[in-house]
DNA sequence: TCCCCGCCTGAAATCGTTTACATGTTTAGC
DNA sequence: GCTAAACATGTAAACGATTTCAGGCGGGGA
């Protein structure tokens, strides 16, 4: 029972008006009579009328989507965001595209191009976005219908909403200096990643409230991965003197740092503690479960989709200071802490 | 630098041809003169023009998307799939839509009404769609425009891309058969799911060839969900004799499940072996490493991609008995399995 | 009674493509 | 050398909505 598409000129006829009426009962329904807007709803009933998302748009000009920029798809990390702004989306006329920065035939300019052309906004996931690409974001108009969530690109005007990363990292490491950890080491994320910068930055800060010593290689480089925990977990079997506790840029480190260790004989929390960040779903059922901080990733999505929402319909709500809005953090006390082995 | 949009006639006056022939060069390159061909692709390059998707989706007819139903889109496990599905898709010009059919708000009825307006094909990852549901689809001439991945619905004429679910299930009762396990458990997923039946078969299918003893209160229902691995870890704490081994029908159900049996003093795989299902990146570090069956989620997201274009360019490729595509499963060994505890 | 002013509604232009049909120009066949 | 077919291009009509502009109607003030 394939019927043909019921146009907005059925409906007009089903309600004998003219189909201005019809489009304004849909967009402007206060505009009209008591009485033609009944009919005209009636009808719609009636017909089964949906609009055409097509037609609409080209004449409304726009493209009717928003883009979501993924560093990688594939990492679990970003689902709990995604379907945050997912779900603020569905809501409205506008359609969710994702797109992987990161997989092949993503190549850069392409990116630029496909995403403008096709979309009315975009958030972006992926802080990476190399400074041509921001540029050429700039050059063509991306100034109010992009942000960024999550991560986000260094000297950018265009506004964020973060995680307060910063906190994040001091609430770690006063939750192992509160134990009795003094020997603390931390697996950072990549190099160029604001968030490894932020971190970092937190741990630092409050390892220099405390008066304690930074040791340069404790400070272990990594990526986020679960691979780059394991290497880490190498580095530090090596050492002569290890550190009590480890504090990890990402949940998947701290994965691969306990996998590691536990597989060499040590273990967690008795002989070395562990905290994570993220608080990814998987980390209450590790073993040991594991303390971490927890971003709310839904939540964050949520308010960047929203945010963009505002500014593609108009309505400028005013960000707080430096266009970034931030979103707490909390520390997760599970069983990857302890206090360090007696004597330490 | 905001230019406004260059058009195809911008293009056309360029060249100086007409429009029809700029859209020609375009879709059909063979049909024109090389010289002019030439000509319309300098013009193109020097304009900068974009072709305008939302004009031409209207004139052609069609929504330029298609859509992906996602049981539940946090989940990380669909994560790797979408990465497969949407890899396909971005060389083509159609854009990706993802929704959650679990998400508050998506109730049923506009489900339907929703995807089948806006775009053109679908693939649905969940196989938990209400018969009338799918009736619906049926009813609006979804047949050629709609298929499964991962999931499907049972008695549907509708095509599937799956897992070979049978077969999984089956390795992994026969590698606890060859450690030694007699007394093997079954954690399965929720009862109504296609996954959980698939696997359970396997699982009784293996077990009567290896003429192993069925105990009823040994196959533990479950819903794929780390929660669930939990409740399922209790009820064997409570038995009065445990199964050696557990097979779970996720990865998920196996780290909820070894989490507290590890935390009641179980020790996994010494005390007892546990195999899940599917192989997600996280468990080849998990604590022990996750012996379990793999699935190319990628693979056959890509798959049911290639699939969905093939039946909307028209392209109707003959699916093997069934208009079902299987994807090959593999046992992968870790530690998590060894043999039972001697006396057993 | 007449005029003006809101308030609703309708006619028609418009958004940027694609494509059926028309037109003009070669080429091939005899 | 003539006709028909093949080929290359142009003209103009859709696709289905939104929105400007103008007109009809009724009511209130003078």
Same mark, same amino acid.
């Given at each position: 029972m394939v019927d043909k598409p019921v146009r907005i000129q059925d409906v007009a006829r089903a309600a004998r008006v003219s189909t201005a009426t019809v489009s304004r009962a849909l967009s402007?329904?206060?505009?009209?009579s008591e009485e033609t807007r009944k009919a005209v709803f009636e009808a719609i009933r009636l017909t089964g009328y949906r609009v055409n998302q097509a037609a609409r748009n080209l004449r409304m000009q726009r493209a009717g989507a928003v883009l979501i920029l993924v560093?990688?798809?594939?990492?679990?990390?970003f689902s709990q965001i995604l379907a945050g702004i997912s779900g603020v989306f569905m809501e409205t006329d506008y359609s969710v595209l994702i797109a992987d920065? /990161? +997989?092949?035939? +993503?190549d850069d300019t392409r990116l630029v191009d496909y995403s403008l052309a096709r979309v009315d906004g975009i958030i972006s996931l992926?802080? =990476?976005? /190399?400074p041509e690409i921001m540029a050429e974001f700039a050059d063509r108009g991306a100034g109010d219908r992009m942000l960024f969530a999550c991560e986000w690109v260094q000297d950018t005007p265009l506004p964020s909403v973060r995680s307060d990363n910063v906190t994040g990292a001091r609430l770690a490491i006063q939750h192992l200096y509160d134990l009795g950890h003094r020997n603390i080491a931390h697996v950072t994320g990549p190099e160029d990643n604001v968030l490894t910068h932020a971190r970092r930055t937190g741990m630092l800060e409050q390892r220099a409230r405390l008066g304690l010593p930074v040791q340069e290689d404790w400070i272990i480089r990594g990526d986020f991965s679960l691979d780059s925990g394991r290497d880490a977990a190498r580095r530090i079997l090596e050492m002569a003197h290890r550190p009590t506790a480890v504090f990890c840029a990402s949940d998947q480190v701290a994965f691969g740092l306990i996998s590691t260790l536990t597989a060499a =004989?040590? /273990?967690?929390?008795?002989d070395l503690s562990v905290v994570g960040f993220?608080?990814?779903?998987?980390s209450e059922y590790y073993v040991p479960a594991l303390t971490t901080i927890r971003q709310f990733r839904r939540t964050l999505g949520a308010r960047a989709a929203r945010l963009l929402l505002d500014r593609l319909t108009g309505a400028r709500p005013d960000l707080p200071d430096g266009d970034v809005l931030m979103v707490d953090v909390e520390l997760v006390v599970r069983d990857s802490t302890a206090p360090p082995p007696s004597g330490r």
């Amino acid at each position: 029972m394939v019927d043909k598409p019921v146009r907005i000129q059925d409906v007009a006829r089903a309600a004998r008006v003219s189909t201005a009426t019809v489009s304004r009962a849909l967009s402007t329904p206060d505009k009209l009579s008591e009485e033609t807007r009944k009919a005209v709803f009636e009808a719609i009933r009636l017909t089964g009328y949906r609009v055409n998302q097509a037609a609409r748009n080209l004449r409304m000009q726009r493209a009717g989507a928003v883009l979501i920029l993924v560093p990688n798809l594939s990492n679990p990390f970003f689902s709990q965001i995604l379907a945050g702004i997912s779900g603020v989306f569905m809501e409205t006329d506008y359609s969710v595209l994702i797109a992987d920065t /990161r +997989a092949r035939g +993503a190549d850069d300019t392409r990116l630029v191009d496909y995403s403008l052309a096709r979309v009315d906004g975009i958030i972006s996931l992926d802080g =990476g976005l /190399r400074p041509e690409i921001m540029a050429e974001f700039a050059d063509r108009g991306a100034g109010d219908r992009m942000l960024f969530a999550c991560e986000w690109v260094q000297d950018t005007p265009l506004p964020s909403v973060r995680s307060d990363n910063v906190t994040g990292a001091r609430l770690a490491i006063q939750h192992l200096y509160d134990l009795g950890h003094r020997n603390i080491a931390h697996v950072t994320g990549p190099e160029d990643n604001v968030l490894t910068h932020a971190r970092r930055t937190g741990m630092l800060e409050q390892r220099a409230r405390l008066g304690l010593p930074v040791q340069e290689d404790w400070i272990i480089r990594g990526d986020f991965s679960l691979d780059s925990g394991r290497d880490a977990a190498r580095r530090i079997l090596e050492m002569a003197h290890r550190p009590t506790a480890v504090f990890c840029a990402s949940d998947q480190v701290a994965f691969g740092l306990i996998s590691t260790l536990t597989a060499a =004989g040590v /273990r967690v929390p008795e002989d070395l503690s562990v905290v994570g960040f993220d608080d990814i779903e998987l980390s209450e059922y590790y073993v040991p479960a594991l303390t971490t901080i927890r971003q709310f990733r839904r939540t964050l999505g949520a308010r960047a989709a929203r945010l963009l929402l505002d500014r593609l319909t108009g309505a400028r709500p005013d960000l707080p200071d430096g266009d970034v809005l931030m979103v707490d953090v909390e520390l997760v006390v599970r069983d990857s802490t302890a206090p360090p082995p007696s004597g330490r």
